[in-house]
């Protein structure tokens, strides 16, 4: 089961995208970092849905790119984002440090929906590999990852940037270290 505040009427990716971000500033959600206090005895996926429904604050990185994240699931999440013509190269295309982030972003989610409480993670290894330039009429882009492997100190996961039409842009792996909280 997955949790995601996107209702069945939102049938274009722009009104999906939409709404997952006024219902969480509706709750309350703003950017910032949680304290301890905030996380103690929650899970990974419990967090992810306290950003979600704006009980927990989200990422800086996310309002700065347009980023949200729109569902997660028991090894799963999904971003989504509309690049701003500010993250475009002079050559119209889109910079690859906007790819990497929307897919690092969904990775790490991912992993993080099946931490037990008291464990975390941190991005040990990126791979992307664009394969679609996007320019400024591709619209909303969305990643998907999944988690491939999950252990006691590091976690694998993959993940796909798609446009509302299906192309592939780009795909990803990554492995996470996971760890204790102290």
Excluded at 125 to 147: D, F, Y
Aim: glycine fraction near 10%.
């Amino acid at each position: 089961m997955t949790t995601t505040h996107i209702t069945a009427d939102a049938t274009d990716w722009t009104h999906q995208q939409m709404q997952a971000r006024q219902y969480m500033h509706s709750h309350g959600g703003q950017p910032g970092i949680a304290t301890m206090a905030q996380l103690a005895g929650k899970s990974g996926r419990e967090i992810l849905e306290g950003m979600m429904d704006g009980s927990l604050p989200h990422p800086h990185m996310n309002e700065s790119l347009g980023l949200d994240l729109l569902e997660v699931g028991d090894g799963m999440a999904v971003f989504q984002g509309v690049p701003d013509l500010r993250y475009f190269n002079p050559m119209g295309t889109l910079h690859g440090g906007w790819y990497s982030t929307l897919l690092d972003s969904a990775l790490g989610c991912a992993v993080q929906s099946k931490l037990p409480v008291g464990r975390a993670y941190t991005t040990a290894e990126l791979s992307i590999n664009i394969v679609r330039p996007a320019t400024q009429k591709t619209g909303p882009l969305r990643a998907t990852a999944n988690v491939i492997h999950m252990g006691k100190q590091m976690a694998t996961a993959e993940a796909k940037i798609l446009d509302e039409q299906g192309r592939l842009y780009a795909h990803a792996t990554t492995t996470c270290f996971v760890f204790d909280v102290s």
